[in-house]
């Protein structure tokens, strides 16, 4: 008996944290969302999010399968039943997500590494609250998770978005754990008049014209001012490291684009303004 040597990750936070302290060789099956690292997507894809192909996972033979959030608590379930190790995380707050980072890298025997991780990504938010705490003032921003119904931003891209230098315009919401408590009618929105909007529509590439149309959206400073932007949803709808980095730090330009008065470029004509490198 020792540490899990076979472990299925059906999210990529736990995929990318593992990789992230150089135990990438440990996993041997992934979920079909999984884009980071990119050579984790040649490992066997065995499920997306709310399904999962059970059979294939046995033929690899886990000894730890690592799940996230009670929307998979039905896979985790069934993966009991067959006599998988299964550990589902459901961490909604950046500390939540630094402690399922930790987490996770203990039970596969890494703890050390685990915690130089999580201390170079402590050392990383402390950097962004320094560098912020230097902006002349902080923006109205709303941060949207799903455009139909309107869903606010869950847990942590809300304190990522505080983090960021900006004031989430519906930050009551994110005590809910589920969407069902943050959704909100356009309108609503509309009256909290953001001056800049962050859109990051799970699994789908937001959509600026939808976003305008919205009834009484035309007066949002976001729109008039078009500050209306895209963060793509595997680099913030994540709860692990990325959402921590990259995705922070696109936020962090955003707001600070906004505070100067500046737009940052979109993607594409046409499309929403990004904040993505290159």
């Not at 995929?15 to 990438?24: F, K, Q, S, V």
């Not at 799940?67 to 707050?93: I, P």
């Not at 035309?218 to 729109?223: E, G, I, K, L, S």
Request: proline share 6%; net charge neutral; charged share 30%.
């Amino acid at each position: 008996m020792g540490w899990p040597t076979r472990v299925i990750c059906l999210t990529e936070e736990t995929t990318e944290t593992l990789y992230r302290i150089g135990a990438g060789d440990l996993i041997v099956g992934v979920s079909g969302f999984t884009v980071r690292p990119p050579e984790a997507r040649k490992k066997p894809r065995v499920s997306s999010f709310l399904d999962a192909n059970f059979e294939r996972i046995l033929e690899l033979k886990p000894d730890l399968v690592l799940g996230f959030s009670d929307l998979q608590a039905e896979l985790g379930a069934e993966l009991c039943r067959r006599g998988v190790q299964v550990h589902l995380f459901n961490q909604r707050s950046v500390e939540e997500v630094l402690q399922a980072t930790l987490l996770t890298c203990a039970m596969v025997g890494r703890a050390e590494d685990g915690q130089r991780l999580c201390a170079e990504l402590r050392a990383g938010l402390d950097r962004v609250r320094d560098e912020v705490s230097r902006l002349p003032r902080r923006p109205r921003a709303f941060f949207e998770e799903w455009h139909e119904p309107l869903i606010s931003g869950i847990r942590w891209c809300s304190e990522l978005l505080e983090l960021a230098g900006a004031v989430d315009v519906c930050v009551e919401t994110r005590a809910h754990h589920g969407a069902k408590g943050r959704i909100f009618a356009p309108e609503e929105v509309a009256k909290r008049d953001p001056e800049v909007v962050v859109a990051s529509w799970c699994g789908r590439k937001a959509r600026r014209e939808k976003i305008v149309a919205r009834p009484g959206w035309a007066a949002v400073t976001a729109v008039r001012d078009d500050q209306l932007y895209e963060v793509r949803s595997p680099v913030i709808l994540q709860p692990g490291p990325a959402a921590l980095t990259e995705g922070l730090a696109q936020l962090q330009r955003i707001v600070a684009a906004v505070v100067r008065g500046e737009k940052l470029p979109p993607a594409r004509a046409g499309e929403l303004r990004s904040a993505a490198p290159g």
